[in-house]
C-alpha cells in the first residue's frame, strides 16, 4: 500500500484488517471494493486475481527441541503445544486441513489469539509453536528469535489474491491497484531465503530422532 500511494498520492485508501470470515462478510455487504486474502470465496460471485506466493509454515522459538532436526512428520507434531488462530481464521482452516489426517489431531485443544503479532510473541516467549503466514514473520527471522520447522510437506504454498465483487464496477482507483498489485505486488511480499532455498544452509541442520539423541 505505502508502494502504491508513492505513485498515486491522489487516491485514498482505507485499511480494514480481518479474519477471513469477517473481511468475506464486508465484501459479501458491498462495505469494501476489494478484499487482499489468500482464498476467494465460493459462496457468491467474485473477481479474484493472483499477485503473489503465500507460503504457510510452523514456527517455533530457537532453543525448540526440533529447531535443528529435518524431515519431521506431522505425527511428531501432534502432541506439541499449538498455539492457533480463532475459527473463522484461513490460517486455522489450512492447519486444520494439513494436520487432520494425523490420529488425535481432532481430539487436542488449543489457545486460540487473534492476530499473528500476539501469536508470534507467545511462540518467542516458548509457550508453544504456531502455523503462520511467512510473510508475518521476516524481521523476527532476521533477528533469530524465530525458527521455521523443517516439516514434510510444508511450506504449504497458496497465493495472495485480490477478490472484488462482479457485480460492483471497478472505480478507475479500483483498476489501478488492481493492476498495481498484478504487476507489482509480489515484488513488495517479504523474501524467506529458508524455504525458497539457494543450495545453501541445508547441510546445518541434523535429523534426531527425540531429544535423547544426539
Same mark, same amino acid.
Given at each position: 500500500?505505502?508502494?502504491?500511494?508513492?505513485?498515486?498520492?491522489?487516491?485514498?485508501?482505507?485499511?480494514?484488517?480481518?479474519?477471513?470470515?469477517?473481511?468475506?462478510?464486508?465484501?459479501?455487504?458491498?462495505?469494501?471494493?476489494?478484499?487482499?486474502?489468500?482464498?476467494?470465496?465460493?459462496?457468491?460471485?467474485?473477481?479474484?486475481?493472483?499477485?503473489?506466493?503465500?507460503?504457510?509454515?510452523?514456527?517455533?522459538?530457537?532453543?525448540?527441541?526440533?529447531?535443528?532436526?529435518?524431515?519431521?512428520? %506431522?505425527?511428531?507434531?501432534?502432541?506439541?503445544?499449538?498455539?492457533?488462530?480463532?475459527?473463522?481464521?484461513?490460517?486455522?482452516?489450512?492447519?486444520?486441513?494439513?494436520?487432520?489426517?494425523?490420529?488425535?489431531?481432532?481430539?487436542?485443544?488449543?489457545?486460540?489469539?487473534?492476530?499473528?503479532?500476539?501469536? %508470534?510473541?507467545?511462540?518467542?516467549?516458548?509457550?508453544?509453536? $504456531?502455523?503462520?503466514?511467512?510473510?508475518?514473520?521476516?524481521?523476527?527471522?532476521?533477528?533469530?528469535?524465530?525458527?521455521?520447522?523443517?516439516?514434510?510437506?510444508?511450506?504449504?504454498?497458496?497465493?495472495?489474491?485480490?477478490?472484488?465483487?462482479?457485480?460492483?464496477?471497478?472505480?478507475? $482507483?479500483?483498476?489501478?491497484?488492481?493492476?498495481?498489485?498484478?504487476?507489482?505486488?509480489?515484488?513488495?511480499?517479504?523474501?524467506?531465503?529458508?524455504?525458497?532455498?539457494?543450495?545453501?544452509?541445508?547441510?546445518? %541442520?541434523?535429523?534426531?530422532?527425540?531429544?535423547?539423541?544426539?
Amino acid at each position: 500500500m505505502a508502494a502504491f500511494r508513492e505513485l498515486h498520492p491522489g487516491i485514498e485508501i482505507s485499511l480494514t484488517v480481518g479474519n477471513r470470515g469477517a473481511i468475506i462478510d464486508t465484501l459479501r455487504e458491498f462495505e469494501i471494493d476489494l478484499a487482499l486474502m489468500g482464498r476467494p470465496p465460493r459462496d457468491f460471485q467474485v473477481r479474484a486475481q493472483v499477485f503473489g506466493d503465500h507460503p504457510l509454515v510452523i514456527i517455533a522459538p530457537p532453543t525448540h527441541r526440533l529447531g535443528k532436526v529435518t524431515n519431521i512428520t %506431522k505425527e511428531e507434531l501432534v502432541n506439541e503445544d499449538f498455539i492457533v488462530r480463532e475459527a473463522g481464521s484461513g490460517t486455522r482452516s489450512s492447519l486444520d486441513i494439513f494436520m487432520g489426517d494425523v490420529v488425535g489431531w481432532s481430539d487436542r485443544r488449543f489457545p486460540e489469539m487473534t492476530s499473528n503479532e500476539t501469536i %508470534k510473541q507467545a511462540v518467542m516467549a516458548g509457550i508453544g509453536i $504456531a502455523f503462520i503466514s511467512a510473510h508475518t514473520i521476516a524481521m523476527e527471522l532476521g533477528l533469530r528469535r524465530l525458527v521455521i520447522l523443517d516439516v514434510l510437506g510444508m511450506p504449504i504454498r497458496r497465493q495472495w489474491y485480490s477478490v472484488s465483487r462482479t457485480d460492483l464496477s471497478a472505480s478507475p $482507483a479500483m483498476y489501478a491497484f488492481n493492476t498495481f498489485l498484478v504487476g507489482q505486488g509480489a515484488r513488495h511480499l517479504p523474501f524467506i531465503p529458508t524455504i525458497y532455498p539457494t543450495g545453501s544452509g541445508a547441510d546445518e %541442520k541434523i535429523r534426531v530422532k527425540d531429544s535423547a539423541s544426539s
